[in-house]
């Protein structure tokens, strides 16, 4: 049952990356058109656009998260018991990567307050304008 499981998942992923991927494309040709035929002054990219669209996804990302959770839970139930020694180490690698996951969010958030983002930005885009040569 396991191997089913997985050829389920499998497919339920690969279906969700091929349907963001579809989205993204006719996301991008419809802005593409409408940014040419409207100069340049259209942006390519709309936050409504992007939020109709992504409507659509919504439903097969549920499905891939409800398959994700029950096929976790039936795993559980299937686990046999581990001896303690390893069951305390595996209580550490929990709390250490919970750790180290709160650890990251606060040095993004402390990067974001502190200015990075806008830092990052300003050097991307210098760095894209010199590449084409606006720069």
């Known amino acids: ?13 690969l279906l969700l990356c091929a349907a963001v991927c579809l989205n993204v494309l006719s ?13 340049p002054v259209q942006p390519i990219f709309t936050w409504e656009d992007t939020v ?10 549920l499905l891939w998260l409800a398959g994700a959770v029950f096929f976790r839970k039936s795993d559980e139930k299937k686990r046999v018991s581990v001896r303690p020694e390893k069951q305390r ?33 300003v050097k991307a885009i210098q760095i894209c304008t010199e590449c084409i040569g606006l720069g």
Do not use: C, E
């Open 27 to 39: 996301l991008y040709r419809a802005g593409y058109i409408r940014h040419a035929s409207s100069g």
């Open 89 to 121: 180490a595996q209580a550490d690698s929990g709390k250490i990567r919970l750790a180290l996951f709160i650890l990251a969010l606060a040095f993004i958030v402390l990067g974001i307050l502190n200015g990075g983002l806008h830092d990052v930005l």
């Open 52 to 61: 109709a669209r992504a409507r659509y996804l919504l439903p097969l990302f």
């Open 1 to 13: 049952m396991r191997k089913k499981q997985q050829w389920i998942m499998s497919a339920l992923t």
